[in-house]
């Protein structure tokens, strides 16, 4: 099993950046790639980024693409966002998520942290 923790959320105004972290534990060879996914209210789950856990290879949604960074510390098991530029759309709460393979669904989630952006 894979356990993921979230953290790093809040209030930021427009403009704005927050760095959210996902502390992964358990058995994180079974991971192929981890990713960010964000659900406003009233909307559905939508993907933000991905990233290899393995190597440094990376994926975009095209909404955050060129604000928002993923990366990995490999010697604290942990992914982060890094969210520059923050607009009001922005605002959802963003979820750490990983899988075993390329063409799998994803299994392990998050508790999820908020991220509410003002204008």
């Known amino acids: 099993q894979v356990q993921l923790v979230e953290s790093g959320g809040g209030l930021v105004e427009s403009g704005g950046s927050l760095r959210l972290s996902c502390e992964v534990s358990g058995h994180t060879f079974n991971i192929y790639d981890l990713a960010w996914f964000r659900q406003a209210p009233g909307k559905e789950r939508e993907f933000v980024a991905a990233?290899?856990?393995?190597?440094?290879?990376?994926r975009y949604a095209d909404s955050v693409n060129g604000r928002f960074t993923i990366s990995r510390d490999n010697a604290k098991n942990t992914v982060y966002l890094q969210m520059n530029s923050l607009k009001p759309e922005d605002t959802a709460v963003y979820f750490c998520a990983g899988r075993r393979w390329t063409s799998a669904p994803y299994e392990y989630w998050g508790q999820g942290t908020q991220v509410t952006v003002s204008s």
């Open positions: 990233r290899a856990w393995s190597g440094g290879s990376t």
